[in-house]
């Protein structure tokens, strides 16, 4: 029973970050959750992330003085990264990943990379354009 659960409590929570436009914080993935599993615990769902996260189907991104955020993963092989306006909250997705060719420097002084983060804060272009008319 408990493992029937769990999967169902999975699949509530892939759906959510699937259908989000950004990447979401325990905090927003719980308030949506609760409509549909009302008994879920926080801790549940921290336990759950972590899972999908072993099993590469989502991403965890850092903002706001890192607090974390998720977001579900359409490329299982890649990754990308992504800048959010302050103000209208907008995704911008970056094209390439920068990391790269300084990762491969990295490892070929036989340092193992698992994983990097990127944080870039900033207005976007519209937003800027509404600052400056005020
Ligand atoms: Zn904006
Ligand atoms: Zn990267």
Do not use: W
């Amino acid at each position: 029973m408990q493992k029937v659960r769990n999967t169902r409590q999975r699949q509530v929570i892939m759906s959510i970050l699937k259908e989000a436009d950004r990447p979401l914080s325990i905090n927003e993935i719980y308030n949506l959750i609760i409509d549909k599993l009302p008994r879920i615990a926080k801790s549940t769902i921290y336990r759950n992330i972590d899972l999908l996260l072993e099993q590469n189907l989502i991403e965890k991104y850092y903002f706001n003085d890192n607090e974390v955020f998720y977001r579900f993963k359409e490329d299982k092989n890649n990754h990308t990264h992504f800048l959010i306006c302050d103000d209208c909250k907008e995704v911008y997705n970056l094209k390439h990943c920068p990391m790269r060719e300084i990762e491969d420097s990295i490892k070929a002084e036989g340092f193992i990379v698992k994983d990097h983060q990127i944080q870039i804060t900033g207005i976007c272009k519209k937003c800027a354009g509404n600052h400056q008319d005020i």
